[in-house]
Protein backbone atom coordinates (compact mmCIF):
# COMPACT_ATOMS: atom_id res chain seq x y z
CA UNK A 1 0.00 0.00 0.00
CA UNK A 2 3.05 2.39 1.04
CA UNK A 3 4.35 1.15 -2.11
CA UNK A 4 1.25 1.96 -4.16
CA UNK A 5 1.27 5.28 -2.50
CA UNK A 6 4.83 5.64 -3.48
CA UNK A 7 4.27 4.03 -6.81
CA UNK A 8 2.03 6.42 -7.53
CA UNK A 9 3.53 9.10 -5.72
CA UNK A 10 6.44 8.37 -7.77
CA UNK A 11 4.72 8.26 -10.96
CA UNK A 12 3.64 11.65 -10.60
CA UNK A 13 6.37 12.64 -8.96
CA UNK A 14 8.57 11.13 -11.73
CA UNK A 15 6.35 13.77 -13.99
CA UNK A 16 7.16 16.27 -11.34
CA UNK A 17 10.92 15.27 -11.57
CA UNK A 18 11.23 15.91 -15.13
CA UNK A 19 9.41 18.97 -15.59
CA UNK A 20 11.33 20.12 -12.42
CA UNK A 21 14.34 19.11 -14.11
CA UNK A 22 13.57 20.85 -17.01
CA UNK A 23 13.04 24.15 -15.45
CA UNK A 24 16.06 23.64 -12.73
CA UNK A 25 18.15 22.91 -15.82
CA UNK A 26 16.49 25.81 -18.05
CA UNK A 27 17.27 28.45 -15.40
CA UNK A 28 20.84 27.34 -14.97
CA UNK A 29 21.79 27.75 -18.16
CA UNK A 30 19.85 30.77 -17.84
CA UNK A 31 21.53 31.94 -15.20
CA UNK A 32 25.45 31.04 -15.72
CA UNK A 33 25.00 32.14 -19.46
CA UNK A 34 23.75 35.03 -18.59
CA UNK A 35 27.13 35.44 -16.11
CA UNK A 36 29.36 34.42 -18.99
CA UNK A 37 27.86 36.36 -21.51
CA UNK A 38 27.15 39.39 -20.06
CA UNK A 39 27.38 42.70 -21.81
CA UNK A 40 30.66 43.45 -19.95
CA UNK A 41 32.08 40.26 -20.93
CA UNK A 42 31.55 40.04 -24.75
CA UNK A 43 32.94 44.16 -24.56
CA UNK A 44 36.23 42.56 -22.82
CA UNK A 45 36.71 39.40 -25.15
CA UNK A 46 36.27 41.71 -28.09
CA UNK A 47 39.01 44.68 -26.53
CA UNK A 48 41.25 41.57 -26.58
CA UNK A 49 40.76 40.47 -29.86
CA UNK A 50 41.28 44.25 -31.09
CA UNK A 51 37.80 44.68 -33.09
CA UNK A 52 36.36 47.25 -30.41
CA UNK A 53 38.56 50.29 -30.75
CA UNK A 54 39.86 49.33 -34.09
CA UNK A 55 36.47 47.74 -35.55
CA UNK A 56 36.58 50.27 -38.94
CA UNK A 57 39.97 49.95 -39.83
CA UNK A 58 41.27 46.54 -39.37
CA UNK A 59 37.67 44.83 -40.61
CA UNK A 60 38.63 46.78 -44.26
CA UNK A 61 42.27 45.74 -44.53
CA UNK A 62 41.75 42.12 -43.99
CA UNK A 63 38.84 41.99 -46.19
CA UNK A 64 40.66 43.83 -49.31
CA UNK A 65 44.57 42.31 -48.33
CA UNK A 66 43.27 38.88 -49.27
CA UNK A 67 42.80 37.77 -52.89
CA UNK A 68 39.34 35.64 -53.53
CA UNK A 69 41.34 34.39 -55.99
CA UNK A 70 44.67 32.10 -55.72
CA UNK A 71 46.13 29.88 -57.59
CA UNK A 72 48.34 26.54 -56.28
CA UNK A 73 51.71 26.58 -55.99
CA UNK A 74 54.00 27.08 -59.50
CA UNK A 75 56.35 23.33 -59.87
CA UNK A 76 58.96 25.17 -61.97
CA UNK A 77 60.24 28.61 -63.03
CA UNK A 78 57.78 29.99 -65.18
CA UNK A 79 55.16 27.74 -64.26
CA UNK A 80 51.13 28.42 -63.88
CA UNK A 81 49.42 26.20 -62.73
CA UNK A 82 45.77 26.46 -64.76
CA UNK A 83 42.64 25.37 -63.43
CA UNK A 84 40.57 22.66 -64.99
CA UNK A 85 38.16 25.46 -66.96
CA UNK A 86 40.55 27.86 -67.79
CA UNK A 87 42.67 24.94 -69.39
CA UNK A 88 39.23 24.45 -71.30
CA UNK A 89 38.80 27.60 -72.06
CA UNK A 90 42.48 28.12 -73.73
CA UNK A 91 41.60 25.19 -76.18
CA UNK A 92 38.62 26.37 -77.28
CA UNK A 93 40.19 29.83 -77.70
CA UNK A 94 43.22 28.42 -79.36
CA UNK A 95 41.86 26.39 -81.54
CA UNK A 96 39.62 28.26 -82.57
CA UNK A 97 42.11 31.26 -83.46
CA UNK A 98 44.75 28.51 -84.89
CA UNK A 99 42.30 27.33 -87.37
CA UNK A 100 41.94 30.62 -88.92
CA UNK A 101 45.32 31.70 -88.35
CA UNK A 102 48.13 28.81 -87.85
CA UNK A 103 50.90 31.37 -88.44
CA UNK A 104 50.18 32.80 -85.06
CA UNK A 105 52.49 31.28 -82.74
CA UNK A 106 50.74 31.69 -80.13
CA UNK A 107 47.66 30.08 -81.15
CA UNK A 108 49.92 26.79 -81.85
CA UNK A 109 51.68 27.00 -78.53
CA UNK A 110 48.29 27.46 -76.52
CA UNK A 111 46.39 24.50 -78.48
CA UNK A 112 49.51 22.68 -77.85
CA UNK A 113 49.69 22.73 -74.20
CA UNK A 114 45.82 22.55 -73.47
CA UNK A 115 45.38 19.23 -75.25
CA UNK A 116 48.64 17.37 -74.31
CA UNK A 117 46.86 16.13 -71.39
CA UNK A 118 48.29 13.84 -68.92
CA UNK A 119 47.55 10.56 -69.79
CA UNK A 120 48.70 11.25 -73.24
CA UNK A 121 52.10 12.76 -71.83
CA UNK A 122 52.39 9.87 -69.43
CA UNK A 123 52.53 7.36 -72.51
CA UNK A 124 55.21 9.35 -73.93
CA UNK A 125 56.75 9.31 -70.55
CA UNK A 126 56.42 5.31 -70.73
CA UNK A 127 57.31 5.00 -74.32
CA UNK A 128 60.80 7.24 -72.89
CA UNK A 129 61.71 5.37 -69.57
CA UNK A 130 61.27 1.66 -72.41
CA UNK A 131 64.19 3.17 -73.77
CA UNK A 132 67.76 3.50 -72.95
CA UNK A 133 68.00 6.65 -74.77
CA UNK A 134 64.76 8.05 -73.94
CA UNK A 135 65.96 7.18 -70.32
CA UNK A 136 69.06 9.55 -71.21
CA UNK A 137 67.33 12.21 -72.18
CA UNK A 138 65.02 12.12 -69.14
CA UNK A 139 68.33 11.99 -67.09
CA UNK A 140 70.31 14.91 -68.87
CA UNK A 141 67.71 17.05 -69.93
CA UNK A 142 69.41 18.56 -72.96
CA UNK A 143 67.61 21.60 -74.08
CA UNK A 144 68.25 23.26 -77.48
CA UNK A 145 69.42 27.07 -77.53
CA UNK A 146 71.17 29.02 -79.22
CA UNK A 147 74.47 28.05 -77.76
CA UNK A 148 73.94 24.75 -77.76
CA UNK A 149 74.00 24.08 -81.78
CA UNK A 150 77.43 25.74 -83.21
CA UNK A 151 76.00 26.54 -86.99
CA UNK A 152 79.23 27.25 -87.92
CA UNK A 153 80.54 23.80 -87.26
CA UNK A 154 77.36 21.84 -88.43
CA UNK A 155 78.22 23.71 -91.34
CA UNK A 156 81.41 22.31 -92.00
CA UNK A 157 80.15 18.35 -91.21
CA UNK A 158 80.16 16.50 -94.25
CA UNK A 159 77.22 16.90 -96.50
CA UNK A 160 75.32 13.81 -95.88
CA UNK A 161 75.58 14.40 -92.24
CA UNK A 162 72.82 15.10 -89.80
CA UNK A 163 74.14 18.04 -88.64
CA UNK A 164 75.38 19.16 -91.97
CA UNK A 165 71.57 18.41 -93.40
CA UNK A 166 69.87 20.30 -90.31
CA UNK A 167 71.60 23.57 -91.02
CA UNK A 168 71.11 23.32 -94.66
CA UNK A 169 67.34 23.08 -94.15
CA UNK A 170 67.76 26.04 -92.29
CA UNK A 171 69.27 28.29 -94.80
CA UNK A 172 66.73 26.71 -97.64
CA UNK A 173 64.14 27.65 -95.31
CA UNK A 174 65.48 30.92 -93.81
CA UNK A 175 65.16 30.59 -90.67
CA UNK A 176 67.24 30.38 -87.24
CA UNK A 177 67.50 27.83 -84.68
CA UNK A 178 65.82 30.28 -82.10
CA UNK A 179 65.26 28.95 -78.88
CA UNK A 180 61.44 27.60 -78.80
CA UNK A 181 58.66 29.49 -76.35
CA UNK A 182 59.42 27.95 -72.82
CA UNK A 183 56.39 25.01 -71.39
CA UNK A 184 54.33 27.07 -68.81
CA UNK A 185 50.61 25.41 -68.84
CA UNK A 186 51.19 21.45 -68.46
CA UNK A 187 51.70 20.82 -64.76
CA UNK A 188 53.70 18.33 -63.87
CA UNK A 189 57.52 18.66 -64.33
CA UNK A 190 59.14 16.24 -65.76
CA UNK A 191 56.04 16.34 -68.70
CA UNK A 192 56.74 19.79 -69.25
CA UNK A 193 60.26 19.00 -70.18
CA UNK A 194 58.96 16.29 -72.58
CA UNK A 195 56.83 18.95 -74.26
CA UNK A 196 59.32 21.11 -73.98
CA UNK A 197 61.68 18.12 -75.66
CA UNK A 198 59.13 17.46 -78.30
CA UNK A 199 58.74 21.37 -79.27
CA UNK A 200 62.71 21.77 -80.03
CA UNK A 201 62.91 18.83 -81.64
CA UNK A 202 60.34 19.98 -84.39
CA UNK A 203 62.92 21.27 -86.42
CA UNK A 204 64.66 18.15 -86.63
CA UNK A 205 61.98 16.11 -88.19
CA UNK A 206 61.28 19.02 -90.91
CA UNK A 207 65.10 18.43 -91.63
CA UNK A 208 65.10 14.76 -91.44
CA UNK A 209 62.20 14.40 -94.03
CA UNK A 210 62.78 17.48 -96.06
CA UNK A 211 59.38 19.09 -95.63
CA UNK A 212 59.50 23.01 -96.09
CA UNK A 213 58.16 25.41 -93.35
CA UNK A 214 55.13 26.32 -95.64
CA UNK A 215 51.89 25.65 -94.64
CA UNK A 216 51.43 22.13 -96.62
CA UNK A 217 54.92 21.20 -95.56
CA UNK A 218 53.93 22.13 -91.36
CA UNK A 219 50.85 19.92 -91.66
CA UNK A 220 52.70 16.90 -93.24
CA UNK A 221 55.56 16.96 -90.63
CA UNK A 222 52.22 17.23 -88.15
CA UNK A 223 50.77 14.00 -89.67
CA UNK A 224 53.95 12.21 -89.28
CA UNK A 225 54.24 13.80 -85.78
CA UNK A 226 51.29 12.64 -84.37
CA UNK A 227 51.37 9.17 -85.94
CA UNK A 228 54.84 8.46 -84.28
CA UNK A 229 54.60 10.23 -80.87
CA UNK A 230 50.78 10.98 -80.67
CA UNK A 231 49.99 14.47 -79.64
CA UNK A 232 46.63 15.26 -79.90
CA UNK A 233 47.66 18.93 -80.83
CA UNK A 234 49.37 17.59 -84.16
CA UNK A 235 46.17 15.55 -84.82
CA UNK A 236 43.66 18.08 -84.69
CA UNK A 237 45.97 20.08 -86.63
CA UNK A 238 45.63 17.09 -89.23
CA UNK A 239 41.84 17.15 -89.44
CA UNK A 240 41.07 20.73 -89.54
CA UNK A 241 44.23 22.68 -91.01
CA UNK A 242 43.67 21.30 -94.56
CA UNK A 243 39.88 22.54 -94.90
CA UNK A 244 41.42 25.91 -95.10
CA UNK A 245 43.20 24.94 -97.94
CA UNK A 246 43.08 25.43 -101.78
CA UNK A 247 42.21 22.37 -103.87
CA UNK A 248 45.04 21.97 -105.35
CA UNK A 249 47.57 21.96 -102.19
CA UNK A 250 44.70 19.45 -101.09
CA UNK A 251 45.07 17.12 -103.23
CA UNK A 252 48.78 17.37 -103.19
CA UNK A 253 48.48 16.70 -99.24
CA UNK A 254 45.61 13.80 -99.44
CA UNK A 255 47.02 11.86 -102.80
CA UNK A 256 51.20 12.14 -101.68
CA UNK A 257 51.71 13.26 -98.16
CA UNK A 258 49.27 11.79 -95.80
CA UNK A 259 49.96 8.36 -96.68
CA UNK A 260 53.55 9.20 -96.55
CA UNK A 261 53.26 10.61 -93.29
CA UNK A 262 50.93 7.79 -91.76
CA UNK A 263 53.15 4.69 -93.07
CA UNK A 264 56.47 6.45 -92.34
CA UNK A 265 55.10 7.69 -88.79
CA UNK A 266 53.83 4.14 -87.71
CA UNK A 267 56.62 2.53 -89.12
CA UNK A 268 59.81 4.50 -88.14
CA UNK A 269 60.97 3.66 -84.33
CA UNK A 270 59.55 6.84 -81.82
CA UNK A 271 61.27 9.80 -82.82
CA UNK A 272 60.75 10.83 -79.30
CA UNK A 273 63.95 9.05 -77.86
CA UNK A 274 66.39 10.43 -80.48
CA UNK A 275 69.18 12.67 -79.00
CA UNK A 276 69.41 14.63 -81.86
CA UNK A 277 72.82 16.38 -80.14
CA UNK A 278 74.63 13.24 -79.58
CA UNK A 279 73.75 11.77 -83.35
CA UNK A 280 74.68 15.18 -85.39
CA UNK A 281 77.91 13.57 -87.11
CA UNK A 282 75.82 10.16 -88.07
CA UNK A 283 75.31 9.69 -91.81
CA UNK A 284 71.66 10.59 -92.12
CA UNK A 285 70.78 7.86 -94.19
CA UNK A 286 72.02 5.08 -91.94
CA UNK A 287 69.83 6.97 -89.21
CA UNK A 288 66.72 6.94 -91.69
CA UNK A 289 67.12 3.36 -92.41
CA UNK A 290 67.62 2.85 -88.89
CA UNK A 291 64.57 4.61 -88.04
CA UNK A 292 62.93 3.48 -91.00
CA UNK A 293 62.06 6.67 -91.95
CA UNK A 294 61.09 7.21 -96.29
CA UNK A 295 61.91 10.87 -97.15
CA UNK A 296 58.51 12.29 -99.28
CA UNK A 297 59.12 13.83 -102.54
CA UNK A 298 60.37 17.72 -102.55
CA UNK A 299 57.26 19.60 -101.68
CA UNK A 300 58.68 22.88 -103.00
CA UNK A 301 59.36 20.88 -106.19
CA UNK A 302 56.37 19.56 -106.64
CA UNK A 303 54.84 23.40 -105.78
CA UNK A 304 57.44 24.82 -108.61
CA UNK A 305 56.54 22.18 -111.20
CA UNK A 306 52.96 22.67 -110.43
CA UNK A 307 52.87 26.70 -111.01
CA UNK A 308 54.96 26.67 -114.15
CA UNK A 309 52.49 23.92 -115.41
CA UNK A 310 49.74 26.83 -114.57
CA UNK A 311 51.61 29.47 -116.21
CA UNK A 312 52.45 27.21 -119.56
CA UNK A 313 48.51 26.26 -120.11
CA UNK A 314 47.87 29.77 -119.21
CA UNK A 315 50.15 30.91 -121.89
CA UNK A 316 48.72 28.41 -124.37
CA UNK A 317 45.48 28.56 -123.77
CA UNK B 1 66.46 42.30 -52.72
CA UNK B 2 64.47 39.95 -55.29
CA UNK B 3 65.37 38.74 -58.77
CA UNK B 4 63.36 40.17 -61.52
CA UNK B 5 62.23 36.85 -63.17
CA UNK B 6 61.98 36.90 -66.66
CA UNK B 7 57.99 36.20 -66.74
CA UNK B 8 58.08 39.45 -65.20
CA UNK B 9 58.89 41.00 -68.71
CA UNK B 10 56.46 39.33 -71.41
CA UNK B 11 57.82 36.16 -72.38
CA UNK B 12 58.35 35.98 -76.08
CA UNK B 13 57.09 33.89 -78.66
CA UNK B 14 58.69 32.51 -82.09
CA UNK B 15 61.67 33.71 -83.73
CA UNK B 16 63.92 36.38 -82.28
CA UNK B 17 61.69 38.59 -79.83
CA UNK B 18 63.94 37.27 -77.05
CA UNK B 19 67.04 39.38 -78.37
CA UNK B 20 65.40 42.84 -76.52
CA UNK B 21 64.26 41.56 -73.32
CA UNK B 22 67.47 39.08 -71.95
CA UNK B 23 69.80 42.02 -71.95
CA UNK B 24 67.24 44.17 -69.89
CA UNK B 25 67.01 41.83 -67.00
CA UNK B 26 70.73 41.31 -67.27
CA UNK B 27 71.32 45.39 -67.09
CA UNK B 28 68.78 45.68 -64.32
CA UNK B 29 70.35 43.04 -61.97
CA UNK B 30 74.25 44.51 -62.90
CA UNK B 31 72.85 48.06 -61.74
CA UNK B 32 71.01 46.93 -58.78
CA UNK B 33 74.01 45.12 -57.65
CA UNK B 34 76.77 47.44 -58.19
CA UNK B 35 75.00 50.84 -57.90
CA UNK B 36 76.26 51.98 -54.61
CA UNK B 37 73.58 54.54 -54.17
CA UNK B 38 71.22 51.66 -54.10
CA UNK B 39 68.90 52.75 -51.76
CA UNK B 40 67.32 49.03 -51.50
CA UNK B 41 63.77 50.65 -51.28
CA UNK B 42 60.89 48.37 -52.60
CA UNK B 43 57.77 48.83 -53.65
CA UNK B 44 55.09 45.97 -55.29
CA UNK B 45 54.86 45.76 -59.38
CA UNK B 46 51.93 43.50 -59.26
CA UNK B 47 52.06 41.32 -56.51
CA UNK B 48 56.27 40.91 -56.92
CA UNK B 49 58.75 42.87 -54.77
CA UNK B 50 60.72 44.98 -57.03
CA UNK B 51 63.41 48.11 -56.11
CA UNK B 52 61.58 51.59 -56.64
CA UNK B 53 64.15 52.48 -59.43
CA UNK B 54 63.18 49.80 -61.27
CA UNK B 55 59.36 49.98 -61.49
CA UNK B 56 59.33 52.37 -63.73
CA UNK B 57 61.28 50.59 -66.86
CA UNK B 58 59.30 47.31 -65.38
CA UNK B 59 55.94 49.29 -66.13
CA UNK B 60 57.69 51.01 -69.26
CA UNK B 61 58.30 47.25 -70.50
CA UNK B 62 54.36 46.66 -70.11
CA UNK B 63 53.14 49.29 -71.96
CA UNK B 64 55.30 49.46 -74.93
CA UNK B 65 54.29 45.71 -75.62
CA UNK B 66 50.82 46.30 -75.12
CA UNK B 67 50.76 49.51 -77.07
CA UNK B 68 49.71 48.17 -80.47
CA UNK B 69 46.80 46.22 -79.57
CA UNK B 70 45.35 48.51 -76.56
CA UNK B 71 42.51 49.90 -77.46
CA UNK B 72 41.18 46.18 -79.21
CA UNK B 73 42.26 44.68 -75.27
CA UNK B 74 40.03 46.94 -73.59
CA UNK B 75 37.35 46.08 -75.50
CA UNK B 76 37.60 42.75 -74.98
CA UNK B 77 38.67 42.73 -71.23
CA UNK B 78 35.28 45.64 -70.58
CA UNK B 79 33.31 43.96 -73.17
CA UNK B 80 33.01 47.82 -73.95
CA UNK B 81 32.23 49.33 -70.82
CA UNK B 82 35.10 51.32 -70.71
CA UNK B 83 33.71 53.32 -73.63
CA UNK B 84 30.73 53.99 -71.02
CA UNK B 85 32.92 54.65 -68.20
CA UNK B 86 35.03 57.43 -70.40
CA UNK B 87 32.18 59.26 -71.65
CA UNK B 88 30.83 59.64 -68.13
CA UNK B 89 33.97 60.77 -67.16
CA UNK B 90 33.73 63.33 -69.89
CA UNK B 91 30.01 64.19 -69.70
CA UNK B 92 30.47 64.53 -65.70
CA UNK B 93 33.00 67.13 -66.34
CA UNK B 94 31.89 68.73 -68.94
CA UNK B 95 34.50 70.72 -69.25
CA UNK B 96 34.67 73.72 -71.99
CA UNK B 97 34.98 77.82 -72.46
CA UNK B 98 31.66 78.97 -71.36
CA UNK B 99 30.22 81.74 -74.17
CA UNK B 100 31.14 85.11 -72.67
CA UNK B 101 34.49 83.80 -71.48
CA UNK B 102 37.23 85.67 -72.87
CA UNK B 103 39.61 83.14 -73.02
CA UNK B 104 39.79 79.39 -73.46
CA UNK B 105 40.91 76.21 -70.96
CA UNK B 106 44.14 74.75 -70.56
CA UNK B 107 43.52 70.89 -70.45
CA UNK B 108 46.33 68.46 -69.32
CA UNK B 109 45.58 64.63 -70.51
CA UNK B 110 48.41 62.86 -68.30
CA UNK B 111 49.43 59.06 -69.13
CA UNK B 112 46.80 59.67 -71.92
CA UNK B 113 49.33 57.77 -74.31
CA UNK B 114 46.55 56.57 -77.05
CA UNK B 115 44.34 60.13 -76.60
CA UNK B 116 40.69 58.89 -76.34
CA UNK B 117 40.12 60.49 -73.52
CA UNK B 118 41.86 63.71 -74.61
CA UNK B 119 40.16 63.61 -78.08
CA UNK B 120 37.05 63.32 -76.12
CA UNK B 121 37.39 65.91 -73.96
CA UNK B 122 37.90 68.31 -77.03
CA UNK B 123 34.81 66.76 -78.91
CA UNK B 124 32.71 67.41 -76.16
CA UNK B 125 33.83 71.01 -75.61
CA UNK B 126 33.37 71.86 -79.21
CA UNK B 127 30.01 70.21 -79.31
CA UNK B 128 28.21 71.38 -76.00
CA UNK B 129 29.73 74.83 -75.89
CA UNK B 130 31.41 75.79 -79.39
CA UNK B 131 34.57 76.05 -77.78
CA UNK B 132 37.51 75.90 -80.52
CA UNK B 133 40.39 77.91 -77.99
CA UNK B 134 40.71 75.00 -75.68
CA UNK B 135 44.29 73.52 -75.61
CA UNK B 136 45.39 70.32 -75.32
CA UNK B 137 48.29 68.58 -74.10
CA UNK B 138 48.42 64.71 -73.82
CA UNK B 139 51.42 63.52 -71.80
CA UNK B 140 52.69 59.94 -71.08
CA UNK B 141 55.65 58.65 -69.85
CA UNK B 142 55.67 56.30 -72.44
CA UNK B 143 57.24 57.08 -75.93
CA UNK B 144 55.33 54.03 -77.59
CA UNK B 145 51.84 54.87 -76.42
CA UNK B 146 52.06 58.43 -77.27
CA UNK B 147 53.26 57.50 -80.90
CA UNK B 148 50.07 55.24 -81.31
CA UNK B 149 47.95 58.78 -79.69
CA UNK B 150 49.82 61.22 -82.65
CA UNK B 151 49.11 58.11 -85.06
CA UNK B 152 45.45 58.79 -84.23
CA UNK B 153 45.67 62.40 -83.78
CA UNK B 154 46.54 62.52 -87.95
CA UNK B 155 43.10 61.20 -88.39
CA UNK B 156 41.69 63.73 -86.12
CA UNK B 157 39.56 66.82 -86.99
CA UNK B 158 41.78 68.78 -84.36
CA UNK B 159 44.95 68.11 -86.99
CA UNK B 160 44.56 71.63 -88.67
CA UNK B 161 48.12 72.87 -88.05
CA UNK B 162 46.41 74.96 -85.12
CA UNK B 163 48.54 73.49 -82.23
CA UNK B 164 46.05 73.07 -79.87
CA UNK B 165 47.17 69.44 -79.15
CA UNK B 166 50.56 68.75 -77.94
CA UNK B 167 52.11 65.23 -77.35
CA UNK B 168 54.82 65.12 -74.72
CA UNK B 169 56.58 62.18 -72.97
CA UNK B 170 56.50 63.68 -69.16
CA UNK B 171 57.40 61.64 -65.89
CA UNK B 172 53.58 62.24 -63.87
CA UNK B 173 55.28 62.50 -61.05
CA UNK B 174 57.35 65.07 -62.45
CA UNK B 175 56.25 66.84 -65.53
CA UNK B 176 59.11 68.77 -65.96
CA UNK B 177 57.98 70.92 -68.79
CA UNK B 178 54.78 71.92 -67.34
CA UNK B 179 55.23 74.89 -65.93
CA UNK B 180 53.30 75.97 -62.60
CA UNK B 181 49.54 77.31 -62.13
CA UNK B 182 49.40 77.17 -66.24
CA UNK B 183 46.05 74.15 -66.23
CA UNK B 184 42.67 74.82 -65.64
CA UNK B 185 41.91 70.71 -66.27
CA UNK B 186 44.22 67.82 -65.19
CA UNK B 187 42.73 64.55 -66.13
CA UNK B 188 44.32 61.07 -65.94
CA UNK B 189 41.80 58.28 -66.48
CA UNK B 190 43.70 54.60 -66.17
CA UNK B 191 47.11 55.39 -65.08
CA UNK B 192 47.74 56.68 -61.95
CA UNK B 193 47.89 53.09 -60.49
CA UNK B 194 50.99 52.53 -62.78
CA UNK B 195 53.13 55.51 -61.25
CA UNK B 196 55.82 54.43 -58.61
CA UNK B 197 55.05 57.29 -56.05
CA UNK B 198 51.16 57.92 -56.47
CA UNK B 199 51.85 60.91 -53.76
CA UNK B 200 54.67 62.16 -55.90
CA UNK B 201 51.81 62.34 -59.11
CA UNK B 202 49.11 63.87 -57.12
CA UNK B 203 51.88 66.74 -56.00
CA UNK B 204 52.85 67.69 -58.77
CA UNK B 205 48.73 67.27 -60.19
CA UNK B 206 48.52 70.19 -57.56
CA UNK B 207 51.56 71.83 -59.02
CA UNK B 208 50.16 72.38 -62.43
CA UNK B 209 46.71 72.99 -61.58
CA UNK B 210 45.31 77.08 -61.78
CA UNK B 211 43.81 77.94 -58.44
CA UNK B 212 40.13 76.94 -59.36
CA UNK B 213 41.26 73.56 -61.32
CA UNK B 214 39.82 70.64 -60.66
CA UNK B 215 42.17 67.68 -60.93
CA UNK B 216 39.92 64.16 -61.97
CA UNK B 217 40.61 60.98 -62.15
CA UNK B 218 39.41 57.81 -63.13
CA UNK B 219 40.80 54.41 -62.47
CA UNK B 220 40.02 50.77 -61.32
CA UNK B 221 38.79 50.62 -57.72
CA UNK B 222 37.64 47.82 -54.89
CA UNK B 223 34.27 46.46 -55.58
CA UNK B 224 32.85 46.86 -52.06
CA UNK B 225 30.16 44.51 -52.65
CA UNK B 226 31.94 40.45 -51.63
CA UNK B 227 29.65 38.45 -53.73
CA UNK B 228 30.03 40.93 -56.89
CA UNK B 229 33.92 41.12 -56.19
CA UNK B 230 34.58 37.08 -55.77
CA UNK B 231 32.72 36.75 -59.62
CA UNK B 232 35.05 40.07 -60.32
CA UNK B 233 38.28 38.70 -59.14
CA UNK B 234 37.39 35.03 -60.56
CA UNK B 235 36.89 36.87 -63.96
CA UNK B 236 39.82 39.35 -63.88
CA UNK B 237 42.68 36.48 -62.48
CA UNK B 238 41.83 34.09 -64.60
CA UNK B 239 40.02 35.35 -67.98
CA UNK B 240 41.79 38.34 -68.46
CA UNK B 241 45.30 36.84 -68.43
CA UNK B 242 44.13 34.38 -70.83
CA UNK B 243 42.31 37.23 -73.03
CA UNK B 244 46.26 38.96 -73.13
CA UNK B 245 47.57 35.35 -73.84
CA UNK B 246 45.16 34.69 -76.63
CA UNK B 247 44.77 38.12 -78.40
CA UNK B 248 48.03 40.17 -77.84
CA UNK B 249 50.56 37.28 -76.99
CA UNK B 250 51.14 38.68 -73.58
CA UNK B 251 49.85 37.21 -70.43
CA UNK B 252 52.56 38.69 -68.44
CA UNK B 253 51.37 42.24 -68.79
CA UNK B 254 47.66 41.60 -68.36
CA UNK B 255 48.76 39.46 -65.30
CA UNK B 256 50.64 42.58 -63.70
CA UNK B 257 47.45 44.63 -65.00
CA UNK B 258 45.05 42.54 -62.51
CA UNK B 259 47.57 42.41 -59.57
CA UNK B 260 48.05 45.89 -59.93
CA UNK B 261 44.38 47.26 -59.41
CA UNK B 262 44.08 44.84 -56.50
CA UNK B 263 47.26 46.72 -55.22
CA UNK B 264 45.60 50.28 -55.91
CA UNK B 265 44.58 52.30 -52.54
CA UNK B 266 40.75 52.24 -52.08
CA UNK B 267 38.77 55.14 -52.45
CA UNK B 268 38.89 56.38 -49.00
CA UNK B 269 42.28 55.95 -48.94
CA UNK B 270 43.05 57.38 -52.42
CA UNK B 271 40.69 60.49 -51.35
CA UNK B 272 42.91 60.86 -48.27
CA UNK B 273 45.84 61.28 -51.00
CA UNK B 274 44.36 63.36 -52.68
CA UNK B 275 43.31 66.01 -49.79
CA UNK B 276 46.85 65.35 -48.56
CA UNK B 277 48.07 67.03 -51.92
CA UNK B 278 46.39 69.98 -51.15
CA UNK B 279 43.25 69.44 -53.10
CA UNK B 280 39.66 70.09 -51.80
CA UNK B 281 37.64 67.58 -52.03
CA UNK B 282 34.09 68.08 -52.12
CA UNK B 283 31.68 65.28 -50.03
CA UNK B 284 31.87 62.52 -51.26
CA UNK B 285 34.80 62.77 -53.59
CA UNK B 286 34.31 59.88 -55.97
CA UNK B 287 31.52 58.18 -57.99
CA UNK B 288 32.08 54.04 -57.75
CA UNK B 289 31.28 52.72 -61.13
CA UNK B 290 30.16 49.17 -62.32
CA UNK B 291 29.73 48.71 -58.36
CA UNK B 292 33.16 49.93 -57.79
CA UNK B 293 35.03 48.03 -60.90
CA UNK B 294 36.28 51.69 -61.62
CA UNK B 295 35.69 54.89 -59.36
CA UNK B 296 35.93 59.30 -60.37
CA UNK B 297 37.88 60.58 -57.74
CA UNK B 298 37.22 64.55 -57.83
CA UNK B 299 39.68 67.51 -56.62
CA UNK B 300 39.26 71.22 -56.46
CA UNK B 301 42.73 73.36 -55.91
CA UNK B 302 41.65 76.57 -54.16
Redesign the interface.
Known amino acids: MIGNRIASRGSLSVANLSQTRQFVLTAAVTAIGSLLFSENNRLASKMEEGELHNKFNERRSNVVDKPLFTRPQPNYPGHIPLYTYEKLLMFVGSSIGSFFHPERNEFIVALGESSAISPILRALQRKMLADPTGRQILRERPRMTSTSLDLEYLRQLPTNSIGNTYVRWLDREGVSPDTRVPVRYIDDEELAYIYQRYRECHDFYHAVTGLPIIIEGEISVKVFEFMNIGMPMSGLGALFAPLRLKKSQKERLYNIYYPWAVKSGLNSKPLINVYWENILEQDIDEFRKEMGIETPPDLRNLRKAYFEKLKKEKKIV | MSLL???AIR??????C?IGVRPLVQQLRFNSSTNPNNSNETTHFGFKTVNKEDKEKLVGGVFSSVASKYDVMNDAMSMGVHRLWKSHFINRLDAGMRPGSNRGLDFLDVAGGTGDIAFGLLDHAERKFNDTSSTMTVADINADMLREGEKRFQSTRWNDGSDRVKFLVQNGEILDQIPDNSKDVYTIAFGIRNFTDVQAGLNAAYRVLRPGGIFACLEFS?VDN?AI??IY??Y????LP?MG??IA?D?DSYQYLVESI?KFP?QEEFKSMIEKAGFYVPEKGYENLTFGVAAIHIGVKL
Open positions: TKSSSSGYGRQPDYQASFSLLQLDRRK
